[in-house]
């Protein structure tokens, strides 16, 4: 059940706005997010109180479990057999249970990840790689630090951990081929999850069923690298290539591809400017949300767009990445819609301050899924 507050379904539509709205080629990741954390400082009251709560609920979560296995080892009721066995057991079932990606979550849930044990060990810090998980569509690495005995630290993994690199069979995992490799939020601090996407859809070449990837990655703090091998192979999957249009003033909107996963339902969409003699543009102003049949809009995760010129056109590639669908759906429905503007060329705003959208109804999509697919 997806337990995002309205202030975080808010933030997540400032991400996707961010990155329709950066005109770069790929990767819009590092700029989205800069964006992203330059709007939440502003809200850095709200985030604090939203933190302590959280803080307050570990914290009683964390004093119940403490007073649970106190009270079993008072009463002697943990055999010597239990106690040795009880060693073994991490402490983190799963890195991506703590994300708010139900994606990945879905692929823990569902056994589609692939559980590691893979660590290295340098001045006492242990990185240690989880699960993987590679739909075709993106792919996502758990990862778990353990300090020695008796230490710790304050800053939190994905504070520490910089100059993630990738190499995919030998070869370095760039932004000519990927989106780029960015974090997502875990609820602990000695986990993290990174993940990427190719860009296959927009010139890139496609990463194969299966491949081995390294990964190296610094600790603040530490000299060396952590460097290791992680094998990958990818799971089924159903791509559709309905390359439907629809035409809105001076604008055409075509869904070029669907990939739906059990982790990640991806869009492909193409916006061309029919006629450039005029200053009718929305091709990067168009945005999409996502529904089922039963009208039950899928988040959003990430996304990445460019300009495509070819032959004096100038057409706006975007792949957006949503959660999965729980099932099948019978049909997909794509609504397209903008942002309404004020004269200043800022975000009209509704009472509770959000921005107003108006949706293009002469640009939605109904797509029927064909189960045998």
Known sequence: MDTRSKQEDKELAQIERFIRETPIEVDLVNRTMNKYE????????ESFRTHMKIRQKLMIITTSVAMIFSLMIVTSLISPTMAAAMKEVPLLSSVFKLTRDLGLQAADEKGLSTKLNTSVTHEGVTLNVTEVVYDGTRFAIGIERHHKEGENSQESLSEQISNIEFLLNGEPVNHSNSSGVFGQPSQDNNSAIFEFADLKNQGGSPFPKQFDLTLSATISGISEP??????????????LQPNISRKYKNNQLTIEQIT?????TSITTRIALLDKSTSVDFREGIHIEVYDEQGCELKLINGNGRRETNKGNSDFIMDLRVHPFETLPKAITIKPYIYLYNSKGTYQEDENGDPIIQYIPELEITIPINSKE
């Open 38 to 45: 330059s709007k939440r400082n502003t809200k850095q009251a």
């Open 226 to 239: 952590f460097k290791m091998d992680i094998p990958v192979s990818d799971i089924n999957y159903v791509n």
């Open 260 to 264: 739906l996963t059990p982790i990640t």
